[in-house]
């Protein structure tokens, strides 16, 4: 992997521009207007690089459509955080051969953190023969040119170099929601956690100008977005391969004073870099949403000391012990890993006691999944399947318990929500921390911030009333 940062310059997106003007020449010669499809697997950070994805095909004259069946183009934007999502994206580009088989001039592409990964493109290559071509997350600026000469030179075309991390600015983005809006504020990640692939297949952290950031902040609140969520895999490193000397906890208080009605978000935070400068920001502007994703993955030393992640659990729960103190009703969400190799049953108990002392409003469960080429992957795993299996069945059972007694605790309080859809006959929104609601309503509201009475729950929402005015 090459560290070294690099700015795409004006004259190599003109260069795309052209290509992007190709295609749509073409297609006008053919006298229709040609159908995309994207399909994403993993994180929010995809999800943003998927809106990118979009935009570049809309600019290439493309119409976004719901569904592969009759698409021009398929792209495929895929995850490798974990076996599990490896698999579903193989079986799923492999069945894409029979809609291929229906509109054989169909083109199907293969991108994202999977393209990352040299045995996987070989793979893609050899026994995935109906795939025309694909590109790695740093490629992704690149894709006209890749369907530009796809179209002219009808052979499969691969851009999966290795290269430099880069940043690119003005990337169009076709967006999922008319109210929220990823913002992704850094790319790539440092810390090489001894389990995850992400450092591997997206490269070195690098950081957008803050400038640029604000500008498309300004723009999605001018457009009527509501809540706005800064991306990053480690948001609390932002700032620190820039030469101004911004921090995160600056980047945010920035944002927070733009005017308008909006609440901002961000995910996620590392422990070891999580400040009390940014829990201190947090505390004293409203528009930041009291929320904090804050991924312990683990609730014993030795393992954490195993996966790298530089802190412990005293420093772990100081930290959210001051967040807290200044944030009483923050909501607190995190990742953990079950079975990472060598975790014994009183490593386990740990995190068990970690869960229970914390009391989190919901948790995101991870199976140890070996990564190949991380260190983890190499490392003695002696227990047995079934046992991991046990561990996580305790584990989510204690956190549903614990989710519905948090969940309890808000019948009788009002809070305020930003009313984002239907479920049912119910509008649904989400309070400022994060909390599904669901409440009878009239479908005018959607898209208003309203105040909420709080009468029943579930083990993952809850049921309430509209505050009626004066
Ligand atoms: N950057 C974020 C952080 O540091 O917390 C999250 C990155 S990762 C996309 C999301 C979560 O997937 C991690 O927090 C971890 O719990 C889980 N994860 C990553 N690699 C994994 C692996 N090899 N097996 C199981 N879970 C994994
Ligand atoms: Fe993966 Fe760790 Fe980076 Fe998160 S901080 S993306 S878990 S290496
Ligand atoms: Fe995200 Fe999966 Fe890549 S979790 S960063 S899409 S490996």
Redesign the pocket.
Known sequence: MNPKTSVITEAQKNEQRAYCDAIRAYWLGRGRTPKAYVDTY??Q?NEADSERIRGILRLCGYEIVESEEGADVVVINT?A???HAQTRVYGNVGALVHTKNRHPEQKILVCGCMMGQTHVVERIKNSYRHVDGGFNPHHLWQLPQLLGRLLTEKKRVFLTDDEAGNIVEGIPSVRQNALKAWVSIMYG?N?F?S????PYVRGRERSRKKDDILAEVRALIANGYRDLTLL???VNSYGKDLPDGVDFADLLAEIAELDGDFVIRF????PKDASEKLFDTMAKYPKIAHQL???F?SGSDRILTAMN?HYNREQYLQKLAYAREKMPDLVVT????VG?PGETAADFEDTLSLVEQVRYDAL????????EG?P??KMEDPTPKEEKNARFDRLVALQNRISEEKHRGYIGKTVRVLVDGTDGDMLTGRTDGGRLCRFAGSQDCIGQFLNLTITDCTTWSLVGEIVKEG
């Open positions: 993993g994180c950070q995850c955080v974990r076996e990640c810390n956690c389990y995850c692939i992400v990053g895999q480690n995910m996620t935070s590392h994703h804050l991924p993955q992640r995190s990742d953990v890993i990472f995101f469960t991870f199976i140890f999944s070996p990564r991380t983890a992957a």
